[in-house]
């Protein structure tokens, strides 16, 4: 986001991601005899409806948190200069928090460094081990204790932030990283956590135990790509679109098979859509035929799509934060829209069995401190159709136009005004992969923050930061438990979220100094604990639920 933070050969890789170049006619799918819907092998994480659903079968809601350096050219965890990461994980679970995202480079999987030492002095496990080695001590501890875990594909070179051409592969520079590459990794990250040991850049020492106390799988999934977008100042189709069809007239066909582009082999695709569907479709068909229970698939939105007409190559669009917009799901009157549909496996010429429960769509959400958007004002306020006709000031309505919607019941997909809006699908959207239709699916907001001053956490001011968080946290609140105080106006159900960020370094701050403590009690006990699936007791060692005031109202 815009803050601080910032061997296999080709040959065999095309074999294992089955591609083969063809023209863009090629867009006829051939299916098995028998295609399956269900999940392809095993007990794993599962989704029904807007549900995320363990292995035994009863709902799931992520209330994680990041933990974010590996990215970096630090190639480590921030922190462990100053903690051990048995005593972060333990810190972090004690706060009651599920699940934790670790964000990733495709540089640091591939060349395995060795960090500094003194970047993880206070670790003393982890002394002459390569990145890879830590982050399996990582994972294998988060599991024992019963934290689950997201890896996610922050950026394709190390560094901060997101990937600047917001796309999903990198061919510049010396460094260069292709979409081969991205899905080579994503494969070898798959079978590293299933406890193969990689030999890329060097030969790991300890092995991933991907099974946590609970019994179920450490590793939820796999989120693809952070915050696809196009860069600023640039077109449209510069960057990573959605439902564009690299190709393939979207008109005609609004999913076709996304092995089909001829962009693939260049690396010059520009339909995230279409390049996460490759990515989950190989990942998926990967675990099948190893007998693994399937991963869920994260996919996150883009930053641009095209508004309803009139609309011209230069625009209008519809902006949101980068990687949350979604809108392009669901489509509009000039755009026919393309959920994302998985298959086990796939080649240009055929695709696996259907899957429809490993899918759960990513949006991300900051306040006016990142960036001062048109949403921000002095007419901001929180329920939905509070603001003026023809605004953007009305936060729920916002939310539920860019992402929020999808996880609306069933028959009600796309409303966000209090009449049932049409999706635009035709039925080849799902003919041409085997699928059937889906009106409602899991959402993950996958990043949120907001800084540890009073007014970063809750202020009556419309437009500012605390306005802001205080009305987000209220609005995924009212997913869990609907109430007079924190009623939104939609029949939301079951928000999934990950905090921006655990690390101490970082504006957003949840730990204090030297990663121990809080860096705000209040952001803690006044805000995060209302939304967490298993609050702190009365009882609770540390502090209760609300000790440090309740939850304030939304504005």
Not at 255 to 276: E, G, I, M, Q, Y
Request: charged share 15%.
């Amino acid at each position: 986001m815009w803050k601080r933070r910032e061997a296999l050969h080709l040959a065999s890789l095309a074999v294992l991601l089955g591609i083969v170049i063809v023209g863009l006619g090629s867009d006829q799918v051939h299916f098995p005899a028998a295609t399956s819907i269900t999940s392809p092998s095993g007990a794993g994480w599962t989704t029904r409806g807007a549900n995320i659903i363990t292995p035994a079968g009863k709902a799931f809601v992520i209330a994680g948190v990041s933990w974010y350096g590996l990215e970096t050219p630090q190639f480590v965890p921030y922190g462990l200069d100053a903690q051990n990461y048995t005593s972060i994980l333990s810190e972090t679970k004690s706060y009651q928090f599920n699940t934790l995202r670790i964000p990733f480079s495709n540089e640091v999987w591939e060349k395995d460094p060795r960090p500094n030492p003194q970047l993880s002095r206070a670790c003393a496990a982890c002394q002459g081990l390569r990145a890879r080695d830590i982050l399996a001590l990582i994972i294998n501890h988060a599991g024992s204790i019963g934290l689950h875990v997201i890896l996610d594909d922050h950026r394709s070179d190390a560094g901060s932030s997101t990937a600047p051409n917001g796309l999903w592969y990198n061919t510049d520079g010396a460094l260069g990283y292709t979409e081969r590459d991205w899905m080579r990794d994503w494969v070898d990250v798959q079978r590293w956590v299933q406890g193969q040991r990689m030999t890329l850049g060097a030969t790991d020492r300890v092995a991933v135990y991907n099974r946590a106390s609970d019994g179920f799988p450490t590793v939820l999934g796999y989120d693809l790509r952070n915050e696809p977008h196009t860069p600023p100042g640039q077109p449209y189709l510069t960057g990573a679109t959605w439902g564009t069809g690299d190709g393939i007239n979207p008109h005609k066909n609004p999913n076709p098979n996304p092995f089909a582009p001829v962009c693939v082999a260049t690396s010059t695709c520009h339909d995230w859509r279409l390049a996460a569907e490759r990515a989950g479709d190989t990942l998926l068909g990967d675990a099948r035929r190893h007998g693994w229970p399937a991963p869920l698939i994260f996919v996150q939105g883009v930053s641009n799509y095209p508004a309803a007409p009139p609309h011209t190559p230069e625009g209008p669009y519809d902006l949101y934060r980068w990687g949350g917009q979604l809108e392009g799901v669901n489509g509009n009157a000039d755009n026919p829209g393309a959920p994302i549909v998985l298959n086990t496996g796939g080649t240009a010429s055929r695709l696996g069995p259907a899957v429809a429960n490993q899918l759960v769509y990513v949006t991300r959400d900051y306040g006016p401190d990142i960036s001062a958007t048109d949403w921000f004002t002095s007419a901001t306020c929180y329920r939905l159709g509070c603001a003026p006709k023809g605004s953007v000031s009305g936060l729920v309505d916002l939310w539920c136009q860019r992402w929020a919607y999808i996880e609306l019941p069933p028959g009600r997909y796309g409303d966000c005004t209090g009449g049932i809006q049409p999706h635009f699908w035709s039925a080849a959207t799902w003919q041409s992969t085997g699928a059937v239709p889906y009106t409602q699916a899991p959402v993950w907001i996958g990043e949120f923050g907001t800084g540890n001053g009073a007014g970063d956490l809750s202020s009556p001011t419309p437009g500012s930061q605390g306005q802001w968080f205080t009305d987000l946290i209220n609005f995924i609140q009212s997913s869990y438990t609907r109430t007079a105080r924190n009623d939104s106006g939609l029949p939301l159900h079951s928000l999934n979220w990950t905090y921006w960020a655990l690390n101490t370094d970082d504006a957003y701050a949840l730990l204090g100094p030297q990663f121990a403590g809080l860096a705000n009690s209040a952001k803690q006990y006044s805000f995060l604990c209302f939304i967490l699936r298993s609050p702190p007791p009365k009882t609770h060692p540390l502090r209760p639920c609300g000790s440090t005031g309740v939850l304030p109202a939304p504005h």
